[in-house]
């Protein structure tokens, strides 16, 4: 399976920061990365697709760049509704995985 | 579009789990069907997914041979089987619509599955 490392495990910020979530994959995936947002009790909610595709609905400040191995979702100014885990995912294998997963707290 | 699954289940070690997942608000056979699990307090894990219009199927090596995805299209229902349960396989299991580049796009509520004798 292609494992995806994903960093920092957990980050502290504050409102109206910018943070930037890593993610890197064990072989060369393309463009095939996802990123989800995850709150406590809720299922997961689709941000970016393709790497730097928002999703519709999704607000502007979430940024997905990378290609190749490594990408990265970057939130710029953070809202009180931000506050979340955050998951990348691949797809360039049927066979799908999630990174380890980025708590971003107050 | 939604994607409503069924109750909470509590099941003994060893015994099998049939979670259900119906679809509405778009064309049932168009997308595949995700099923992913999350572990108290753990990340995502991703089952298989199904081909509604096909009925074919594709596992997650891990649980191959533990896990049956099938799909009723009349009722555009897809189900999920768990067999021979163990409390490592506690967890909440999700359904989700295939979108693009194969992501998750739009998620069922979850389905809490306890295992304990």
């Known amino acids: 399976d292609i494992q995806m490392t994903q960093s920092p495990s957990s980050v502290s910020a504050s409102l109206g920061d910018r943070v930037m979530i890593s993610c890197r994959a064990s072989q060369t995936i393309d463009n095939s990365v996802n990123w989800y947002q995850q709150k406590p009790g809720k299922a997961p909610k689709l941000l970016i697709y393709g790497a730097t595709n928002l999703q519709s609905g999704v607000p502007s400040g979430f940024f997905g760049s990378g290609s190749g191995t490594d990408f990265a979702l970057t939130i710029t100014n953070l809202q009180p509704e931000d506050f979340a885990t955050y998951y990348c995912q691949q797809t360039y294998s049927i066979s799908q995985t999630f990174g380890q997963g980025t708590k971003v707290e107050i | 579009v939604h994607l409503v699954q069924s109750g909470a289940e509590m099941k003994k070690p060893g015994a099998s789990v049939k979670v259900s997942c119906k679809s509405s608000g778009y064309t049932f056979s168009d997308y595949y069907v995700h099923w992913v699990r999350q572990a108290p307090g753990q990340g995502l894990e991703w089952l298989g997914r199904i081909d509604p219009k096909s009925g074919g199927t594709n596992y997650a090596q891990k649980f191959q041979g533990r896990v049956t995805m099938t799909r009723d299209t009349p009722t555009t229902t897809t189900y999920m089987e768990l067999s021979r349960l163990g409390s490592d396989d506690a967890a909440v299991y999700y359904c989700?619509?295939?979108?693009?580049?194969?992501?998750?796009?739009?998620w069922g509520q979850g389905t809490l599955v306890t295992v304990s004798s």
């Open positions: 989700a619509k295939s979108g693009s580049h194969d992501s998750s796009d739009y």
